[in-house]
Every structure is written in structure tokens, then in C-alpha cells.
């Protein structure tokens, strides 16, 4: 014996379900992320050296360095500070990100251009993006948001955001600081050992 209200509830769950069809075809109900992600890393980026999307979530819970990078600045050399550091503390958690950025007219080659030159010049091996805009109205958001979290934008290359475990930005350095300052070492090491 059916229920009166069958037809009824049928053609509710129909309606329900057609409006719902669309979301699942957004590109972010499409790519689910795991549950926890903080907010600053719900966004893809196109690798340097492939250009082949990569979900920034999978940092989640990571120390990250967040870095705008260029290949004809004076702080350049830095590139090599920054692969000891990603290398030195890799397997405690910590992650360099880098950003190159054309922003001070100082990155004018391809995507290929720059992955080439970071690996052949400087033996970069952590994560590196496809060009990115840093600053002013048309920056990228997560450079938006980084600023916004510490007050600083780049004001050049090489400019660097510390980001905590849970995906908050805890400080921001400029291009003169060096990845191997020690002050900035120890506030590295000091967000490496919270858990």
C-alpha cells in the first residue's frame, strides 16, 4: 500500500536534487579538500616547471615560507639560502614556497625560463609556481591575504611570510632579510615546534 504522500515527497527530492545539480559541477564542490585545509591554502596554483595544477591544501599543517622571487634582482643569490633552509628543516615540516613575480620588472623570461634557471643556477627542488602579480590592486589573493594578515605587502623581490601551522601568517620579512639570518632561523624554528 503506497503513502499518500509519496508523489509529494518524489517530486520534492526530484526539485531538491536539480538545484543541486549545478554545484556539483563548480569547480570548488568539484575538488572536495580535506576537511581542516585553513582558508589561506583553499587555493590552486599552476606548477612552475608543468604548469599542472597543484591544490595548496596539501600543506595543510605544514610551517610555510611564502616567497616572491625573481631571476634578475640582487637578492637573487637568496634562492640558494632558501633551498638549504626547505631542505634543512623538510623533514620537521617546514615548506618554501616561491612565487616568482615580474611586479618589480625583474622576471621577464617564460615559466620554463625561470623553472630552468632555479634548478640549473641555484639547485631548487622545493615548490615553485608559474608567474604570479604580488602587490597592488591586481596581486594575487593570496598575496591579498598575506598582507592583510601581517600589515606588509612586497615591497620587492624576495620579500618572505612565515605561516604557521594552522595556516595563519604569523610574520612578514623583507628582501634584506636572509634565510639564514639567525633571528630568522630561530623564528622558524620556534614555528616548526609548535604542534
Partial sequence: MKHPDAPRTIRR????????????????FAQS?????????????????DEKPQDLCQYGGKVLLIVNTASFCGFTPQ???????????????????????????????????????CENTFGVKFPMFTKTAVRGAQADPLFKELAAQTGKAPQWNFHKYLVGRDGRA????????????????AAVEKQLAVR
Fill in 13 to 28: 527530492i526530484l526539485v531538491q536534487g536539480l538545484a543541486l545539480a549545478p554545484l556539483a559541477l563548480h569547480p570548488a
Fill in 33 to 49: 579538500r580535506p576537511a581542516g585545509c585553513p582558508a589561506l591554502l583553499q587555493r590552486t596554483y599552476p606548477r612552475l616547471q
Fill in 79 to 117: 634562492y640558494k639560502g632558501l633551498e638549504a633552509l626547505h631542505s634543512r628543516y623538510r623533514e620537521r615540516g617546514l615548506v618554501v614556497l616561491g612565487f616568482p613575480s615580474n611586479d618589480f620588472a625583474q622576471e621577464t623570461g617564460s615559466n620554463k625560463d625561470i623553472a630552468d634557471f
Fill in 170 to 185: 604569523v610574520a612578514a620579512y623583507g628582501s634584506s632579510t636572509a634565510p639564514e639570518n639567525p633571528e630568522f632561523v
